[in-house]
Each structure stands twice: as structure tokens, then as C-alpha cells.
């Protein structure tokens, strides 16, 4: 395929629900098993957004054990979700910065998933 013919896939913005485990250095509380995360990532598909959000994570001294994702913007409406200005903003800036931004990060206890 030609330069011209190519059509470029647009970035968006998913939002992801990460669990991490414990790793020495991650900064948890001591009497925390791991911790929930909610993170909005670009990427032009989910799959993407996933892998950079896998890779920051470990690079942050996380240990990161499940992804599950919500989609986009407009498939989150789409699903009935309210979407407070705050998050709207969070992924504005996430698309921009073409990163991943942690919007909530919550320990987790024995007992507890995310």
C-alpha cells in the first residue's frame, strides 16, 4: 500500500480497570495485597492502549495482573455510563499527551478485588 492509499488509524482514549499485585519498591501500603487502578490510555485500538498501560505500569514497579477495559468515550455513553466533566478532562488530556494518565488508585486488602 502506497503513503497515500494508507489510511492512518485515528487515537482514542479507553478506559482501563488494572489490578496489581505486590513488587518490592511499588509503594503500596505495607498491609496492602495489591491495588486497583483506573486508567484512561490512548491507542488507536484497545489492544494498544492495553500494552502501553501494561508497559508504563512495570516501568512504575508495578505488578500488573489483569486489565479489563470499558472502551472508549462514546462506547461508554453508549453503555448509559455518566461521565462526570472531570474524567471527560482526564482523557483529553490523555489523548493529547498520547499517554496514559491514573485517574483512581485504590489499595487493595485480602478480601478485597478490584
Known sequence: MSE???KKRE???Y???VQVG???GDGLPPDATGAAMLCYASGVDEAEAVRETVAILKQAELAPLDVTGYGTLSDR???GHEIPQEERELMTRALIENSVVVAQMD???DGEDA
Open 4 to 6: 497515500k492509499t494508507k
Open 11 to 13: 487515537q482514542q482514549v
Open 15 to 17: 478506559t482501563l480497570l
Open 22 to 24: 505486590r513488587k518490592d
Open 77 to 79: 455513553e453508549e453503555m
Open 107 to 109: 489499595p487493595l486488602y
